[in-house]
């Protein structure tokens, strides 16, 4: 599966999310050219405070025909919309609230509903006719990697992997990162995308990026490598820090 990633690394944090951002808009700009729309999964964390507003203002902004574009979700934190931890919430903040789109392009998971399965199942309906529209893929797949090695609410070993199989959405008890309930994409749904960019800053995920890349690994054990899309591209955008222990 290595040979299969692209990696780079760039100086420092600063670098790294301008071409993260940089990259998302030329990959966006090209789907968009060449079937007229794009579906994006979008993450949370750092992306929200780091990349997304790069997204959200000139020169990027003007770049991409928003109102072409969907917008999934590729985890949800289980926690109402108006909370402060709320990923849709976040990228409201900083990105969705400030380009061209509509509500009926944005695709929240539904974290009101008292049973997080009816959200998922929901979720599951919404994620798979969306693919069926964008001809079974998504077109970009943004996404972090914690420390731990987990991506997107895919935490290593979480029983919830296990179970995955043919799901597009999975519902994640007890995570180990807070809030411990959460709704993911599956390594299933991610795998439709035509690229998906692992965007990774910091000393404190070193290791976990090289175990990621290193030539053998259990993905139960290092989630990102179950993200390995036959029909699209993985790159691997790291800061130094980040890269730190690759080959080490
Ligand atoms: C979330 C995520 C999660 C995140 C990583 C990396 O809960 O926000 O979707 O998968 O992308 O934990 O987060 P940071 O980039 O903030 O370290």
């Not at 109102?67 to 849709?88: G, I, K, M, Q, W």
Request: aromatic letters at 6%; charged letters at 20%.
């Amino acid at each position: 599966m290595t040979e299969a990633n692209i990696v780079r690394v760039y100086e420092d944090s600063e670098t790294l999310y301008r071409a993260a951002a940089e990259l998302t808009t030329a990959h966006l700009k090209a789907a968009i050219g060449e079937r007229g729309r794009a579906l994006v999964a979008l993450s949370g964390g750092s992306l929200t405070s780091r990349l997304y507003p790069l997204l959200a203002n000139p020169p990027l902004r003007d770049q991409i025909d928003w109102p072409t574009l969907s917008v999934l979700f590729a985890d949800e934190r289980y926690v109402p919309f108006d909370h402060p931890d709320n990923t849709c919430r976040a990228t409201h903040q900083s990105l969705l609230d400030h380009v061209p789109v509509v509500a009926e392009q944005i695709f929240p998971v539904a974290t009101y509903y008292r049973d997080p399965e009816q959200a998922a199942a929901i979720y599951q309906q919404q994620t798979a006719a969306l693919l069926q529209a964008h001809n079974g893929h998504l077109d970009v797949a943004l996404l972090g990697m914690g420390p731990d090695g987990h991506t997107a609410s895919l935490f290593p070993r979480h029983p919830a992997l296990l179970t995955a199989t043919d799901e597009l959405v999975i519902v994640v008890r007890d995570a180990p990162k807070p809030p411990p309930l959460r709704i993911s994409l599956t390594p299933t749904a991610l795998n439709t995308a035509r690229l998906v960019v692992f965007v990774v800053s910091g000393a404190d995920k070193a290791a976990a990026v090289a175990a990621a890349l290193a030539e053998r690994g259990d993905p139960l054990d290092h989630p990102t490598r179950a993200i390995h899309p036959p029909a699209g591209r993985v790159c691997w955008l790291l800061d130094r820090a980040g890269a730190s222990a690759i080959d080490a």
